[in-house]
């Protein structure tokens, strides 16, 4: 077989030469689109849901909330396993799906079953919050806000209101949290004496608050040619409109709620804190959606985030590389970068040392990019994204891609220069086809050893398959790329030497 491949190849020198120079063109094409990402998706499709009960315990939570909620997902087509943790005033629950599982129609599989139990949570109980489709490595970038100036309760409120939604707008983004003192909010201190002196109960005072705070449609009002609408309003924009809100009346005489308590802006009951070089800060944190190419969308963020600190009040500090993950695809890809070079420049002076001709060597180093691409290609139709574990493979591949084309260079080189001294030259391409057919076998076993020994690594299953199997397969497709690139392509260069 390899020797009608290696004289088809020779019969037709222009179309083999095109056919790589467009393989070539579209591994660059494909490559420029390729997703990147520190690892591959090693995580199987999950779906998280939250339900806050502010007050219950966790032994409540677990019984009144967690298992309900446990109960009513198990029975979902495609459930591998279901984890869940109950802490105080919360529940969260971990729905796994099998491999291969559609995310998005698990979520929505998953949102009706959550229809179904909601209505038996208990009073004051939130709906269950299915969280943003995250990557298994998700944490993209993050943040800090810093400043001697602006309190950290009002830097909690920019990053909330401002840069927050500015982030989410950006395509890739699933969701962005920022940690520190706050969220900011009105708070409303009773006052024990004041209650008992106006008799005002706490009763009253949350239900005036909550039939105050609102506004109430009033209808339409008509006059000649024109309509009008009539609205009630109510709902409560600033301190002043609390202070003023009525809660009771005793005599004929309304109580305003800031006769009885004390109002103020301030944070909630703080359950943690954040700081960034030993000061104060609020840290803001990005993650990227399943899927999403780590570059493009850390490149995006960064630019929003430029274009904010632009619009940042005198005095706040915007630090933008508290966390990058994107750094660690950067230096990889820098890596392969010097590796390959580093491998060319070896295998140029080792190929002239031995060969004293600069065009052997040239062919030499056409194996190297053209196997690197069809092994990228050929990932690209498994799937495959570039993340550090194809890097790596492709990385120790470097020095493997290169072995099928110097043997074949060097003999067709030697019996090249053998068949000139001859009186009667053999034709170059009876030399050629000859000189790449005798060392054939020896490249195709060698090659098979190599491949043999990363076998293995596609037997991995779970998580060590799922990390691993990309770095086999970058290995693998580059080295059987450079045995097809030994026997059609290179023949080919060497018929023109």
Excluded: H
Excluded at 130 to 139: G, K
């Amino acid at each position: 077989m390899f020797n009608w491949i290696i004289r088809w190849s020779l019969r037709n020198r222009l179309l083999v030469v095109t056919a790589y120079i467009v393989v070539l063109i579209a591994g660059i094409f494909v490559l420029r689109r390729m997703t990147l990402d520190v690892l591959p998706e090693f995580a199987p499709p999950q779906v998280v849901i939250q339900t806050e009960s502010p007050g219950l315990s966790p032994e409540d939570v677990e019984t009144l909330i967690t298992f309900r909620i446990e109960t009513a997902v198990n029975g979902t087509p495609g459930v591998d396993v279901v984890r869940s943790k109950s802490s105080a005033g919360l529940s969260t629950v971990i729905v796994v799906f099998n491999w291969g599982t559609n995310i998005y129609a698990a979520r929505q599989l998953v949102n009706e079953r959550l229809q179904e139990v909601k209505e038996q949570f208990p009073p004051g109980t939130q709906a269950p919050v299915m969280l943003p489709i995250t990557s298994a490595v998700s944490w993209l970038v993050k943040f800090s806000l810093q400043s001697d100036k602006v309190s950290l309760l009002d830097l909690r409120t920019l990053c909330d209101w401002e840069i927050r939604n500015r982030i989410l707008s950006i395509s890739g983004v699933a969701s962005v949290v920022c940690i520190g003192p706050g969220p900011k909010q009105y708070q409303v201190l009773l006052s024990s004496p004041r209650l008992l002196q106006y008799n005002v109960t706490v009763k009253e005072v949350v239900g005036a608050l909550r039939e105050t705070n609102k506004n109430v449609p009033g209808g339409f009002s008509v006059a000649p040619g024109q309509e009008f609408v009539v609205t009630g309003v109510g709902r409560i924009g600033s301190l002043e409109d609390l202070k003023r809100t009525v809660v009771a009346e005793r005599d004929g005489v309304p109580i305003p709620l800031e006769q009885i308590a004390e109002i103020k802006f301030g944070p909630e009951f703080p359950r943690g804190d954040s700081a960034y070089m030993g000061k104060p800060a609020i840290i803001g944190t990005v993650s990227k959606l399943f899927g999403g190419d780590t570059l493009t969308v850390t490149y995006n963020v960064e630019k929003a985030l430029e274009e904010i600190r632009k619009t940042l009040p005198q005095g706040v500090q915007l630090e933008t590389q508290v966390f990058r993950q994107a750094n660690f695809i950067e230096s990889s890809v820098t890596n392969l970068r010097r590796a390959l070079i580093e491998g060319a420049i070896v295998v140029t002076i080792v190929v002239v040392f031995f060969l004293f001709n600069v065009r052997a060597s040239f062919i030499t180093l056409t194996a190297m990019p053209l196997s690197l691409l069809m092994g990228m290609l050929t990932m690209r139709v498994f799937g495959v994204g570039i993340n550090a574990m194809t890097l790596g493979g492709l990385a120790v591949a470097i020095g493997a891609v290169v072995d099928d084309a110097i043997i074949d260079v060097e003999n067709i080189f030697r019996r090249l220069r053998e068949n000139r001294l001859k009186e009667n030259p053999d034709p170059p391409l009876r030399v050629v086809f000859n000189a790449s057919r005798e060392i054939r076998i020896p490249i195709v076993y060698a090659t098979l050893i190599i491949l043999v020994v990363f076998g293995p690594i596609f037997f991995f299953t779970g998580v060590e398959g799922r990390i691993f199997t990309p770095l086999g397969l970058a290995f693998t497709i580059s080295l059987f790329a450079s045995l097809v690139v030994s026997v059609t392509l290179t023949p080919v260069l060497c018929s023109f030497l």
